[in-house]
């Protein structure tokens, strides 16, 4: 297994044939500082809170530092509160949105950007060895088009001890590889060796966001921290003429419906955004069930 940094490529914000040409080659992009602070610090503040009411902070600790207890969830049950809350926040849901992630993607994609709305905020426990992201292709998640992209922050620095993500680099060029069932977020990885690829990663910092096809195998490393939360986001983008599955217009996990969802939101701007679009819709399967490219 070798492991290589992050290609940074903040500089080449105004470059898009390189960035595009980059984001060929390596199966990603990875940008410093492309955020700012304040809205990802309002979501963290949002969130922490959601995550205080349920008693899963230490007690006496600065809400903003995140500190957690390691059991505070052992599965779908004791999580689902906790995470029906937060994708009720309008601050969450506006975070894609953000010009600087829309209009990147825009240029390096070459068209208007469909952003889905079905949102995702990852709490991972310290200590929490068995829940770690194992590694895998978002397209069998995903599904709908290959050219469909993730972004990846964390809602704060998130040194690798916190467990940041890390890309096997070029894996998107193997087209759609088997799965097996796996322990982790997502109950299946990509069948393939780990040792064998060349794996980039990094620290991250508040504000730092890198952007990956769906077929470029990633995984997450353990939060080996012994009481601090790893808060982040993911969020999916492609071309608004490419076609796309029901499930991505549905909120993440459907423990709501959107009606409810905006029963409170203070602005109309993000509500059932996408019925500005003509989208095409086709149909999906069960990701285990995601045929794999003959290899
Ligand atoms: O944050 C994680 O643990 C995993 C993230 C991930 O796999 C993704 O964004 O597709």
């Given at each position: 297994?070798?492991?290589?940094?992050?290609?940074?490529?903040?500089?080449?914000?105004?470059?898009?044939e390189v960035l595009r040409q980059?984001?060929?080659?390596?199966?990603?992009?990875?940008?410093?500082?492309?955020?700012?602070?304040?809205?990802?610090?309002?979501?963290?503040?949002?969130?922490?809170?959601?995550?205080?009411?349920?008693?899963?902070?230490?007690?006496?600790?600065?809400?903003?530092?995140?500190?957690?207890?390691?059991?505070?969830?052992?599965?779908?049950?004791?999580?689902?509160?906790?995470?029906?809350?937060?994708?009720?926040?309008?601050?969450?849901?506006?975070?894609?949105?953000?010009?600087?992630?829309?209009?990147t993607l825009a240029a390096v994609?070459?068209?208007?950007?469909?952003?889905?709305?079905?949102?995702?905020?990852?709490?991972?426990?310290?200590?929490?060895?068995?829940?770690?992201?194992?590694?895998?292709?978002?397209?069998?998640?995903?599904?709908?088009?290959?050219?469909?992209?993730?972004?990846?922050?964390?809602?704060?620095?998130?040194?690798?001890?916190?467990?940041?993500?890390?890309?096997?680099?070029?894996?998107?060029?193997?087209?759609?590889?088997?799965?097996?069932?796996?322990?982790?977020?997502?109950?299946?990885?990509?069948?393939?060796?780990?040792?064998?690829?060349?794996?980039?990663?990094?620290?991250?910092?508040?504000?730092?966001?890198?952007?990956?096809?769906?077929?470029?195998?990633?995984?997450?490393?353990?939060?080996?921290?012994?009481?601090?939360?790893?808060?982040?986001?993911?969020?999916?983008?492609?071309?608004?003429?490419?076609?796309?599955?029901?499930?991505?217009?549905?909120?993440?996990?459907?423990?709501?419906?959107?009606?409810?969802?905006?029963?409170?939101?203070?602005?109309?701007?993000?509500?059932?955004?996408?019925?500005?679009?003509?989208?095409?819709?086709?149909?999906?399967?069960?990701?285990?069930?995601?045929?794999?490219?003959?290899?």
């Amino acid at each position: 297994m070798t492991e290589h940094p992050f290609v940074e490529s903040q500089n080449l914000l105004n470059q898009s044939e390189v960035l595009r040409q980059r984001l060929d080659e390596n199966g990603y992009l990875f940008f410093r500082n492309l955020l700012d602070h304040e809205p990802l610090l309002r979501v963290r503040r949002q969130i922490l809170e959601i995550c205080q009411k349920q008693g899963w902070l230490l007690n006496g600790s600065d809400i903003m530092e995140g500190r957690g207890r390691a059991d505070a969830y052992s599965g779908y049950f004791e999580f689902t509160p906790v995470y029906r809350d937060i994708q009720l926040l309008e601050d969450f849901h506006a975070l894609p949105h953000h010009p600087k992630i829309v209009n990147t993607l825009a240029a390096v994609l070459g068209g208007a950007i469909f952003p889905h709305p079905r949102n995702i905020s990852r709490i991972t426990l310290p200590d929490s060895l068995k829940m770690t992201t194992p590694p895998h292709q978002d397209y069998v998640f995903i599904q709908g088009t290959r050219r469909v992209y993730t972004v990846w922050f964390p809602l704060n620095d998130c040194p690798r001890p916190l467990g940041g993500l890390g890309i096997a680099a070029g894996t998107h060029r193997l087209g759609i590889l088997p799965t097996k069932n796996a322990e982790g977020t997502g109950g299946l990885c990509t069948d393939i060796d780990e040792t064998k690829q060349e794996w980039h990663t990094g620290d991250f910092h508040l504000g730092d966001v890198i952007v990956f096809n769906a077929l470029t195998v990633h995984k997450a490393y353990h939060n080996t921290t012994k009481d601090t939360l790893r808060l982040s986001c993911d969020f999916r983008y492609q071309l608004a003429n490419e076609p796309l599955v029901w499930d991505t217009i549905r909120p993440h996990m459907q423990l709501h419906s959107w009606e409810t969802i905006y029963a409170n939101w203070k602005a109309d701007t993000y509500k059932y955004y996408w019925h500005n679009y003509s989208l095409q819709v086709v149909p999906g399967v069960h990701p285990a069930q995601v045929p794999a490219d003959v290899q």
